[in-house]
């Protein structure tokens, strides 16, 4: 499908384009059908990425905020901030690779990620805090780590729905594609 671009004017090229200009129309993306929506695939693979970066930051801020003895809610707004930090970090260091400057990549990983990111946080910290006995878990309890895995499946499983609507409208990961 060829798009009619006699409309736009000459680009300037000081910003990364979004959307799905981005996501440089239909060609080369297998998961992208002629209607705009995307594969189950790439959009469990984009979760992955997502869930990557969110789990290094959650576990970390769990060890951190433990390590100090902090309560609950410290520790816990701790690896929220630090999932956000590393899950923009990682899609950060792909465009960085890519040739964009920092704020331009720190602009695209905003854009990929924070939907995302967003879902994929208050399901698993919802499922951490339903979960019994999980929030007085400790580091060498069995439960916390049987909870925090399950609360890693459960937020795949809400956010990969998400990714996989935001990527048929070239949104979310599909701003990425072009610098893959």
Known sequence: MQHDHTTHQEHTHHEPPTGHEASGGHAGHEGHA?????SWRMAATATLHCLTGCAIGEVLGMLIGTALGWHN???MI???????GFGYAL???????AGLDLRA???????????????????DNG?????????????????????LALSF????????????????????????????
């Open 105 to 123: 990549a720190f602009r695209v990983a905003l854009a990929a990620d924070t939907v995302s990111i967003i879902f994929m946080e208050l399901a």
């Open 78 to 84: 701790l690896a929220i901030v630090l999932a956000f």
């Open 73 to 75: 809610v410290p520790t």
């Open 127 to 147: 499922t951490i805090i339903v979960f019994p006995g999980a929030m007085d878990a400790t580091l060498s309890d069995a439960l916390f780590w049987v909870s």
């Open 91 to 97: 899609t950060m260091r792909g465009v960085l690779r």
């Open 34 to 38: 002629a209607h705009g929506s995307a």
């Open 153 to 180: 499946v459960v937020a795949f499983l809400v956010t990969t729905p998400v990714n996989k609507w935001l990527i048929g409208r070239g949104k979310g990961h599909a701003v990425v594609h072009q610098y893959h």
